[in-house]
């Protein structure tokens, strides 16, 4: 039955039906079901005009239209109408459908109209009410439910009103039987959760504040349940999942460690080794991510890992987001290994031609050992002779496919290192991590100078400038980044452009070196410009976040990040990380207009007052909520519904802890009281499939 299509509700029909399904991803009738309402609204209470203020939120009232008249043409058009009662009047708004709610609105008729006040020219307003004619049961009494809508779906007269008939009427048709519980008795029991069809039809039509609470509490735990049930469920595959065994630390390794390590490895970085050495160890793949704020080390502590891999014969791949990435990646790794006899290749989709089949032919026979490369790396062509491990830098830029693909490169899968940069709050790596262990790399190496951060706006800009000109005296080099203003390559160019001429007028051609890299650029000028920069022939590098400008260089110490309010804190935070990499202080620059939001305002003072990774990345959780700090398509990020796993913490380590246990007492789910669950999991097998990777 909830696989019927929702245009077989009474009030959808074939052309509604397809525009819920453009709109909002409905297409049937447990579509419908899980549709939830995301605030309610108290249907009893009738308000007064009069008592209208800038406070005011949501209104219902009944009155008599008036001046319904059109004005204004194309996409100015609009229908007014004045609605009032003995209270007082108040303007009403439409800028879609005026055609239609012209014919069917009629004056001096008396009508009941619920919608959000607005206010225009400091006079109150109601923007796209929902309006009804007056019956004697009109006034609905209880809790009704406002849904998440479109302003598409409401000129095709599908209101939020109307949204919750057709959700009534989806009850009308199914019983209890067609919401089967899921859930085992001693599961309701342990955890006082109510029943499933109990909780969807009091989350739609709450008749007490109490039933919608124990509804939210149910549902809510549902989500976070078997979301933790896959992830466990993948932990245990790997966990059984063979993998090669590296039980040799050789020369490659010990020469590495005691003749040419740069600087002496952290607490931190030794930790880690261990814990990968442990993995590597147990004849199970090792699937482990390794966080560590800018500059605390990572690619040391993979660069080791691969040694080992070629300690036990077999080769190791490193592969990067971006061709600057990778390129970096490689003349570090070389520069490092260039007295050890290693042989390493650099694979890119711009290597072509010879170049480009002597790398693949090493890579197939075993003459090169370490590769490092793009997405490349996952190309069909490219054949290892015993790739034993694979590290992936900054693992969100890939999408899962292409992750996957990694595992096919030998028949038994290489271990699997993950590295990232963007610190994963502890509430977010319990739902998209959970199936990984995981590994912190949370100190700096030593004698690293914590970068001085400020906020300034625009009327400091002179003083900016000339602050960056201070430094370019004493040998350093700077960043001057511009965010994405629009979703538009043209308009990002065109703002760049501006911010470039900007740039060039406070630091004349005839004294200072300027270079620009952004994404229109081909990679052959990009890679040029962006070298220029590396190797200290230009002073300052003017681009926008198209690009990737993680590259290191040392001399950098002043990092001026323009319309700083348009960032998020994680990526604040990773583009400051771009300079303080060399012994000298550093400095980010956060410069702003002058007016701020409060949100906006609070982003400054969180930047300026710390330079933890992971309380950034909690503030920024909180701030911005998870499907905006990690896209759910690439990262292959759960979306739930109606669990929040910022607030609902709490449940998170509750359902956790249960579907740990359920798992240690029937991993299979081959008990009675258990085979719902089996079957609502195979049933939604393809959306898990993302945690199999990394």
């Known amino acids: ?17 397809d525009l819920l399904r453009q709109e909002l991803d409905i297409s049937t009738f447990e579509d419908v079901l899980f549709h939830f309402p995301y605030r309610y609204f108290d249907r009893t209470r009738l308000n007064k005009i009069s008592d209208i203020n800038a406070q005011s939120d949501w209104v219902q009232m009944i009155g008599t239209l008036a001046n319904i008249t059109e004005e204004g043409e194309g996409r100015r058009r609009r229908l007014t109408a004045t609605f009032y009662n003995d209270t007082g009047r108040i303007e009403l708004v439409w800028f879609q459908g005026v055609q239609w709610l012209k014919n069917s609105l009629q004056e001096h008729k008396n009508y009941v109209i619920f919608g959000k006040v607005s206010f225009f020219n400091g006079q109150p307003n109601i923007p796209h009410p929902e309006i009804e004619p007056l019956h004697a049961d009109t006034v609905k009494s209880g809790l009704q439910p406002v849904y998440p809508t479109t302003e598409k779906l409401k000129v095709k007269g599908i209101s939020n009103r109307s949204f919750a008939k057709i959700t009534q009427s989806l009850f009308e048709k199914i019983s209890a039987s067609e919401i089967p519980e899921i859930l085992p008795p001693y599961l309701l029991s342990n955890y006082n959760l109510c029943h499933r069809y109990a909780a969807f039809k009091w989350i739609h039509f709450p008749d007490t504040d109490e039933h919608l609470q124990e509804a939210r509490h149910r549902l809510k735990w549902e989500e976070l349940f078997i979301s933790q049930l896959k992830i466990a469920q993948l932990r245990l595959q790997h966990t059984r999942q063979v993998g090669f065994i590296f039980n040799h630390v050789g020369d490659h390794f010990n020469h590495f460690f005691r003749e040419h390590l740069p600087f002496d490895l952290t607490h931190a970085q030794k930790r880690v080794l261990r814990e990968i050495r442990t993995d590597t160890t147990t004849g199970k793949q090792m699937n482990r991510l390794v966080q560590g704020d800018v500059g605390s080390g990572k690619t040391i502590v993979a660069l080791m890992s691969m040694l080992l891999a070629l300690d036990n014969g077999f080769q190791a791949c490193l592969m990067a987001p971006t061709e600057i990435l990778a390129q970096q990646h490689f003349q570090g790794i070389s520069e490092l290994l260039r007295p050890m006899n290693i042989s390493c290749a650099l694979l890119k989709g711009s290597i072509k031609g010879k170049e480009r089949k002597e790398i693949l032919s090493g890579l197939a026979k075993g003459n090169i050992q370490l590769a490092v490369g793009t997405h490349a790396l996952i190309e069909d062509a490219v054949q290892f002779a015993n790739l034993g491990l694979a590290v992936i830098d900054e693992q969100h830029r890939f ?13 038994i899968p290489p271990h699997i290192l993950v590295m990232t940069a963007t610190p994963i709050p502890r509430t977010l790596a319990m739902t998209l991590y959970g199936d990984l262990d995981v590994s912190v790399i949370d100190e700096l190496p030593p004698g690293r100078e914590e970068i001085k951060t400020v906020h300034r706006n625009e009327m400091s800009r002179a003083g900016v400038m000339q602050f960056i000109k201070a430094e370019i005296a004493k040998g350093r080099q700077a960043y001057i980044v511009y965010p994405l203003i629009e979703e538009s390559e043209k308009l990002d160019y065109e703002s760049l452009t501006v911010g470039y001429e ?4 406070w630091f004349p051609e005839h004294s200072y070196r300027i270079c620009m890299v952004h994404g229109r650029q081909d990679a052959a000028e990009r890679e040029r410009n962006m070298q220029r920069f590396v190797s200290g022939e230009a002073d300052i590098l003017v681009a926008t976040t198209v690009i990737e400008v993680g590259v290191n260089v040392p001399n950098a110490s002043v990092m001026v990040i323009e319309s700083a309010e348009r960032f998020g804190l994680s990526q604040l935070h990773q583009l400051r990380g771009r300079v303080g990499r060399g012994s000298e202080q550093s400095y980010c620059i956060l410069l702003t207009g002058s007016q701020l939001s409060k949100e906006s305002a609070q982003r400054m003072n969180i930047m300026t007052s710390t330079s933890d990774g992971f309380v950034i990345a909690e503030e920024d959780l909180k701030m911005r909520g998870p499907g905006d700090l990690y896209g759910t398509k690439q990262s292959g990020m759960i979306k739930f519904k109606i669990a929040d796993i910022v607030q609902d913490i709490a449940l998170v380590e509750q359902t956790r802890t249960a579907a740990q246990q359920l798992l240690s007492q029937d991993s299979q789910l081959t008990q009675i009281q258990h085979l719902p669950l089996r079957t609502m999991l195979s049933r939604n097998k393809a959306q898990s499939a993302w945690s199999k990777i990394s």
């Not at 039955?1 to 039906?17: F, I, N, P």
């Not at 900007?502 to 007028?505: A, D, N």
């Open 1 to 17: 039955m909830l696989d019927t299509s929702v245009e077989y509700l009474k009030g959808v029909g074939s052309q509604r039906a």
């Open 502 to 505: 900007q740039v060039r007028s």
């Open 399 to 411: 999408g899962v496919g292409q992750r996957a693909r990694l595992w096919q490169k030998n028949t």
